[in-house]
């Protein structure tokens, strides 16, 4: 966790220090608490693809890691509707835009 954060060993224990001297004692989170975190979580689905270097001819394999943004999406939508105590049965039909123009001309 702390290397994928970037912190560093030694970091990792000063901020370990700081929370032990705030919080009055060790700091314990039960493994229930941060197995919760997994509900929900889609796994990425791996790949490779070979692309070929317009320039050089040189073909070169790149890997990939993606998700559905159907999946994702019905995951935090039902998420946020629970979280609202809003039924799925309460809708009839959805319509759902998606794009990233934000009149900045970026797009």
Excluded: C
């Amino acid at each position: 966790m702390w290397t994928d954060a970037g912190v560093e060993k030694a970091q990792s224990f000063k901020i370990v220090q700081h929370l032990r001297s705030s919080l009055g004692g060790n700091v314990i989170v039960p493994y229930s608490g941060i197995d919760d975190l997994n509900i929900g979580v889609t796994i990425p689905q791996t790949g490779s693809i070979e692309l070929k270097d317009p320039d050089s001819g040189r073909i070169e394999t790149k890997q990939s890691e993606y998700n559905s943004i159907v999946d994702e999406f019905k995951f935090e939508l039902t998420k946020l509707l629970t979280s609202h105590e809003v039924r799925a049965a309460d809708f009839d039909d959805n319509y759902f835009v998606i794009g990233g123009d934000h009149g900045k001309g970026a797009f």
